[in-house]
């Protein structure tokens, strides 16, 4: 029988399985839900398989619906499943990556269920039966707890990155349930075309090169390139560098942009405000160059150099020649 009053993490599919940021939720899931049931609410196409993958994270339970409109439907069509799924189950909350799909879907079901939803969590915990919900406010500068007291399910997304995924042994219980779908007739899919990217996604990346305003001059984008291209790092941005041609929106780190993990980060004239560290804060080993001694990233840091961004690039380039 499926639990009610369960935790739900709504599980997102890429073209190549689950979405990391699912994993995650998965295991923040199982160190927060108490005695409350971690379940994971899985709308794959017919002859798909991902329950052995989300599995091997340790919910308690996986309802599956299994039907090929739900992999090719619109966003409509899969937030009326999840809203029904929810008003049959009753679930005590359900969490969402913040991504493009989940930031679509959640508000969808959350209109339908009339209840609260919280958007870019950095953190979640309960309190008895109610589920605080941690995000920045005001310019970022600030720390909100949030909650939904009475109506339910509470509801909330969170970034990828901002928690590890971590595997573990659990007896999951593995439901399918049959789908009620609704055709959205303004939606058809002619044809679906797989592409391979060129280069890492920043947000996956191991190795990351992240330039402020202290390395921004044409020379030292130009030197940082080339570094990224020998070391095989991807290159991040803060936000205000995103103005220049050189850069994107795709490459911004911070609460305002991406939040990654990667095993190492060179921080390379970023003075470190709090809405960029939010972004970068869960990568292993973190290296900052700042001529300021006083920079909020130096005390963040593994290891620092004071002295110019520029001069550092510069001499690391010809060490690595």
């Known amino acids: 029988m499926v639990e009610k009053d369960a935790l739900w993490i709504v599980a997102e599919l890429t073209g190549s399985g689950v979405a990391p940021v699912t994993l995650q939720l998965i295991t923040k899931a199982r160190k927060i839900a108490g005695t409350r049931s971690v379940t994971v609410v899985l709308l794959e196409g017919s002859t798909d398989s991902y329950e052995t993958e989300l599995a091997a994270y340790g919910p308690d339970e996986i309802l599956i619906v299994q039907d090929d409109r739900l992999r090719e439907g619109s966003d409509r069509v899969v937030a009326w499943q999840l809203t029904k799924l ?61 909650t939904c007291p009475t109506a339910r399910p509470q509801m909330a997304s969170v970034r990828p990155n901002t928690f590890e995924a971590v595997r573990a042994e659990a007896e999951t219980k593995i439901f399918f349930i049959t789908g009620d779908i609704k055709d959205d007739p303004s939606w058809q899919v002619d044809r679906v075309d797989r592409q391979i990217a060129s280069h890492t996604d920043l947000k996956d990346a191991t190795k990351v090169l992240a330039l402020g305003r202290g390395a921004a001059k044409d020379e030292q984008v130009r030197t940082v390139r080339q570094l990224a291209k020998t070391l095989g790092a991807s290159i991040g941005v803060t936000r205000p560098l995103t103005d220049l041609p050189d850069f994107t929106i795709a490459q911004q780190i911070g609460q305002s942009g991406l939040t990654i993990a990667p095993a190492f980060i060179l921080n390379l004239g970023i003075s470190g405000a709090i809405q960029y560290q939010v972004g970068m804060a869960a990568s292993k080993l973190i290296v900052s160059v700042n001529r300021d001694e006083n920079a909020p990233m130096l005390a963040q840091s593994d290891y620092v150099y004071v002295g110019d961004a520029g001069e550092f690039t510069a001499a690391l380039a010809k060490q690595l020649q």
């Open 86 to 146: 929810a008003q049959d189950f009753k679930p005590n909350a359900m969490l969402f990556g913040a991504t493009p799909e989940g930031r679509s879907i959640a508000p969808r079901i959350q209109d339908r269920l009339r209840t609260g939803l919280t958007a870019d969590c950095l953190d979640l915990y309960y309190e008895n039966e109610v589920l605080v919900q941690v995000k920045p406010s005001y310019g970022d500068n600030v720390m909100c707890e949030i």
